[in-house]
């Protein structure tokens, strides 16, 4: 029998409003799900992928699967080869880090399947890497978050510095995802390489108070702090009905509503699971009303990252 | 009887590296103290000004004293007239919160003197009121530190948004005030008005890491976080032998060591007192062997904010 295995990595929400680049959060549902099987082919190869649409590349390195898996195995020791199928459960280019969730399922199943030679966290520059291939620059704003779980800081990237922010138990996150398509890179070029003093400031004050937030388990400080002075309102252009989806969550009760990531998803934090199924319903109907394709997701955070399946 | 009281109020550390104009605190010493006498001649007048060098201004309502009082005059019941007698224990111009300990101990004593009709954070904005009157624009972070103790957010200024923010025990401030003069308005005049938006992302980065670092009881977090990518590289350069008396500071063990408001006084944090007193010494000593006058202070975060001396 060929050893195999069958790992799902979560959907994660990149940037969290005021944290451009520095904060990301994974959620229970949706994700990908990745399964590897060791062969004695020395061959590394992508068998098979369902759910794209048939627009992910199948060449191992032009796909972030294969990509975090290459990076993996030049630091491990094994000389067999591997099949890699990826069941895409999220979006493309949907800014709900797809491509750090199949490169995470990836890497994870290939780990275990060797006994675990390397530490979950020692997975993260792997993941970073085919982050690369995907959207021209290593982040690790949704990479961090799916492979670790939780609420994640990303102090620096010079060195790599992450701090694993506290989970209130009440946070339920609602993901909208209007059906179209914005290339991270594209998300990326439009934003200015400078910002006012002022602004940058009302920023910094908001990401601090985010992670003092957490701490203090305190949903109105949350709230307030979720504002974003720089990023939103440049990239939001690129996203229509951008603003009557906000002022529909924030009116049906959410803490806070912006783009997660690049776009061109909306995420929305609430303090409970019935108010988050409502601004699901709300923000849905105003994407359905203007004829554009959407789906929701209602989700606690996930605190434990990616999962064996089997 | 004349009914009179003295109020201390502490020196302040604001922006606290990575935090420009969103973090402050409060140390024990040195601050300023105010005494105000009640009278029944209707007047309002500064008495007496000692440890000036007579350099502050002795009317009313150009003195942040006097300022801060006349403010609050306004909004409670009180015909009569007030002697106020300040005692500066802080040198002018030194970056350590100097007009806002004054305001402090100022309106904290007439307050007290009246029974108290107003609760001490609602004393902030005539606090404030003063700072605009010393340097030009109504800041919080030396203020709120100074009227409540402790380590304090800014989060936002409008509305105005504060959060009080955790002090480890372990946590030692040492100030280090070099005599040379630096005015916060010429401090502030030097900034750029646009920086770049990686620059930004650092600091955003930082002051999150700074507020977990808090939360976390987590010394080395909290060194690492107290980098400023922004403004101590414009306003370093007003600060003879700044680098040399960092350098020394962190090679002495501090976790942290930057400038405290606008300068040209510098702050390092430490993690425990003995580190606190070699780290004075020291630095202290690279202002002394360039012939430059050299007060160091070292102290633990004031929690209580300002005290009735009776």
Chains 1, 2 share one sequence.
């Not at 400031?201 to 949350?222: C, H, K, M, V």
Request: include cysteine; aromatic fraction near 6%.
């Amino acid at each position: 029998m060929k050893k195999s295995i069958e790992v799902f990595a979560p959907a994660t929400v990149a940037n969290v409003g005021c944290g451009f680049d520095i904060f990301g959060f994974a959620v229970d549902r949706p994700g990908d799900r990745v399964r590897v099987t060791l062969t004695d082919t020395a061959k590394i190869e992508i068998r098979k992928i369902t759910g794209d649409g048939g627009q992910l590349p199948r060449e191992v390195d032009r796909n972030t699967a294969g990509v975090a898996i290459l990076n993996y195995l030049e630091k491990v020791d094994y000389s067999g080869g591997l099949e890699i199928e990826l069941i895409k459960g999220l979006p493309l280019g949907s800014g709900m880090g797809s491509s750090a969730a199949s490169a995470v399922a990836a890497v994870v199943a290939v780990n275990t399947l060797l006994d675990s030679p390397l530490h979950r966290e020692d997975l993260l520059p792997f993941v970073m890497a085919a982050e690369k291939t995907a959207c021209g620059s290593a982040h690790a704003d949704n990479a961090a978050p799916a492979l670790l779980g939780g609420f994640v800081l990303i102090r620096s990237y010079q060195p790599l510095d992450i701090v694993r922010l506290p989970v209130p138990d009440w946070l339920y996150c609602v993901l909208i995802h209007p059906n179209i398509e914005i290339r991270t890179a594209e998300a990326r070029a439009i934003l200015p390489e400078k910002v006012p003093l002022s602004s940058a400031i009302s920023q910094w004050g908001n990401t601090a108070a985010l992670a003092a937030a957490l701490y203090r388990d305190d949903p109105e400080l949350l709230g307030r702090a979720l504002q974003d002075a720089i990023v939103e309102p440049v990239r939001s252009r690129l996203i229509p009905h951008f603003e009557q989806a906000q002022s529909a969550a924030l009116t049906a009760g959410a803490l806070g509503c912006s783009i997660s990531g690049s776009g061109p998803s909306l995420f929305a934090l609430c303090r409970d699971q019935n108010t988050a199924d409502e601004v699901a319903e709300i923000v849905k109907n105003v994407y359905i009303k203007n004829r554009i394709r959407c789906e929701s997701y209602v989700s606690q955070i996930n605190r434990e990252g990616p999962r064996i399946l089997g």
